[in-house]
Every structure is written in C-alpha cells, then in structure tokens.
C-alpha cells in the first residue's frame, strides 16, 4: 500500500504565505505525477498544480505567479508554496500521486487534506 502524508495548512492573512508539503511512503516504484488540489466549500474539487517526474508543471489559471509546485523525486515528497495568499484559495488542499508499484500496478492515491484559511 501507498501513503500519503500532507502538512502545512493553517490560518493566515491575506498576502501571507504557506508552504504544504506532502510525502508518500510504502510500497512505491515510481511516481509519475504529484499534484495538489483543492476544495473550497460548496465547490468541486479542482487541480491547483501539479508536476511530473520530469519537473514539468501545470498550475490553474487562478494561482500562476503565486504558487510554485517543486518535488523530490528521492524522496517521494511534494512541496506547494503559495505566496500572495488571497480569501479564495480557502480550501481543503489535498495531495495526489500517480503510483507505480512494485508490483507493476498503477494506482491513484490521496493525502487525508489539510486546511488552508485566507482572512481578509
């Protein structure tokens, strides 16, 4: 099994920043895409960033030049620095990996969520 562990939300003041960071364990060999989305509430889910083993990423069109997305390919971690926090990227931030097994299997995990508070 695979495991994903997130930290980092918390509570802060608009144009402040957060740093989350997320890291899979288990029986992993290799991940594909790491990515982080989010729920807002009464809102769907939706990709905030993402990034491929290569380093290639892909952000929502909502936090380009705020949110940096990095990895450890090593490590298997993720890392979603947001800067210039606004109310709106309120939400449930939760982390996903595309995984390949040792088994050869290739599964899609999620991280439990953490929360993200912008106050105005």
């Known amino acids: 099994q695979v495991q994903l562990v997130e930290s980092g939300g918390g509570l802060v003041q608009a144009g402040g920043s957060l740093r989350l960071s997320c890291a899979a364990a288990?029986?992993?060999?290799?991940?594909?895409?790491m990515g982080w989305y989010r729920q807002a509430p009464g809102k769907q889910r939706e990709l905030a960033a993402r990034i491929t083993s290569g380093g290639i990423t892909n952000y929502a069109d909502s936090v380009k030049g705020r949110f940096t997305i990095s990895r450890d390919n090593v490590k298997n971690t993720v890392h979603l620095q947001m800067d210039s926090l606004k109310p709106e990227d309120t939400a449930v931030y939760c982390c996903n990996a595309e995984v390949r097994t040792i088994w050869r299997t290739k599964n899609d995990y999620w991280g439990q969520g953490t929360q993200v508070a912008v106050s105005s």
């Open positions: 288990g029986s992993i060999f290799s991940i594909k895409l």
